[in-house]
């Protein structure tokens, strides 16, 4: 079975922080996402990248930026975190190109900014 | 550009009954339609996808969806609803390109005793 891991389940951070959320999949995938949660509003994609070192913007990059160093891990980086970050933040893997990939998820990190 | 609208935020069904959640699409070119399952505290789990080979399609746990492309829609469907079905229900369609998918705003399915 593919597992996607996230570091941390909870998360309170302060306004001005900077925050790390890792991301571990362990299938092999091309393709790593990033997405926020936020209720009535669904999934929003922050960033995504198919490859490592490559990266490419989501409908939402603003704040935030991505690391992917290894073809297995998919860092978001909240550089200033501000209250407005305060969301439920999941990541996804899927393997190779093309639309009908099934992407699969980790459990998410739900982070609290105060 | 390719969007889901799901109608309905919030669904409620007696155990037993029928299961209908609504989903239409836009989407430019033939499109790659999906329904992922969010159990409460957990992450996306797919339920089944539609990707041209057969027009209805059956996913786990008892459901299924129809693609009707005459009426832009993917509704989800389970004939008897059972009390572990509760959870955030998410259509979703392929962009067009690559891997990226569109996600709906989700629609909560309760179920009463």
């Known amino acids: 079975d593919v597992k996607v891991t996230q570091s941390s389940r909870y998360l309170v951070k302060r306004t001005g922080e900077k925050v790390f959320l890792e991301c571990v999949q362990d299938?092999?995938?091309?393709?790593m996402f990033w997405y926020r949660q936020d209720p009535g509003l669904g999934l929003r994609l922050i960033y995504f990248?198919?490859?490592?070192?490559?990266?490419e913007k989501g409908d939402i990059p603003e704040g935030y930026s991505v690391s992917r160093e290894k073809k297995e891990r998919f860092s978001l980086i909240l550089e200033s975190a501000s209250t407005n970050q305060t969301s439920m933040y999941l990541c996804?893997?899927?393997?190779?190109?093309?639309?009908?990939?099934?992407?699969?998820f980790g459990p998410g990190t739900r982070l609290l900014v105060l | 550009a390719q969007s889901v609208t799901q109608l309905g935020s919030h669904v409620s069904v007696s155990e037993g009954a029928l299961v209908l959640l609504r989903c239409n699409y836009s989407?430019?070119?033939?499109?790659?339609l999906f329904w992922y399952v969010q159990y409460p505290n957990q992450g996306l789990q797919l339920l089944l996808k539609?990707?041209?080979?057969?027009?209805l399609v059956k996913g786990i746990n008892g459901f299924e969806a129809e693609f009707k492309k005459s009426e832009t829609s993917f509704h989800l469907t389970k004939p008897s609803a059972h009390m572990s079905d509760a959870a955030e229900y998410f259509c979703?369609?392929?962009?067009?390109?690559?891997?990226?998918?569109?996600f709906g705003s989700g629609t909560r399915l309760s179920i009463r005793p």
């Open positions: 990248s198919y490859d490592v070192k490559m990266k």
């Open positions: 996804a893997s899927s393997y190779g190109s093309g639309p009908r990939q099934t992407q699969y």
């Open positions: 539609y990707t041209s080979a057969a027009t």
């Open positions: 989407s430019s070119v033939p499109p790659y």
């Open positions: 299938m092999d995938h091309e393709n």
């Open positions: 979703a369609v392929s962009d067009g390109s690559a891997s990226k998918i569109i």
